[in-house]
């Protein structure tokens, strides 16, 4: 019996029917997987990815699910193994190869020129950031608070802008609501508006690389 996994890590099955034609007889058997011949002593682990059910029966007609979970296994390997069905027939034990080919993997190449924007991007962001307002004397701390929150906020608009448009308009709504209540002097809001300006940039820029280069597109949602 032959299995050709066309993806990594698919589980394939397939149906062995077994039959008694002798009238007045009952046929009663299980089924069990060899070890291993070059692990003879890790039968537990190497047989885990061959599996028969039901395992034992009691009829003279039945249908049995050989799986095989190539998860388990190498890629772009061929795979060999023995499946006996003891029975109380005659002969009593029945063999049945396995062979499974597993898939090859797929790699994906990394995107290196959005990846070379997207470190740019948040590299430039951080720069013009500390250039702007790393020097806040005495009032460092309130600086750092305005800052962090717009960041919060504009990556959090940044990456509505690349999923969806809802989590960008919670994003603008909240940053007016701080701009114009939160309790923070002049340059604690600049630099909340400006924090939340690099969030958006970046964290958009991230999204759009995510959205676009890594699986299948997404439509909506994260």
Known sequence: MEFTAASYGEQLTEIVTVTN???G???QGSWKVTPDSQKPNRRSVSSRWISCKPAQFETNQAEF???VDTSKLMADKVYEREIIL???AQPKAHSLII???TAPLITEKLPLTSLIVLLAVAYGGGFLGSLLFGDTGPFLRLSYIGLVFGMILGGVGGIGAAFGMIPLFCSVVFMFILFWWAPLPLYGHIELLFGFII???VFSVA???IRYNFGKRIQSGM
Do not use: S
């Open 207 to 209: 999204g759009y690389i």
């Open 86 to 88: 003891d029975t109380n």
């Open 65 to 67: 699910q050989i799986k």
């Open 21 to 23: 034609d002798i009238p």
């Open 199 to 201: 969030g958006v940039v």
């Open 25 to 27: 007889t009952l046929l």
């Open 99 to 101: 062979q499974v080919q």
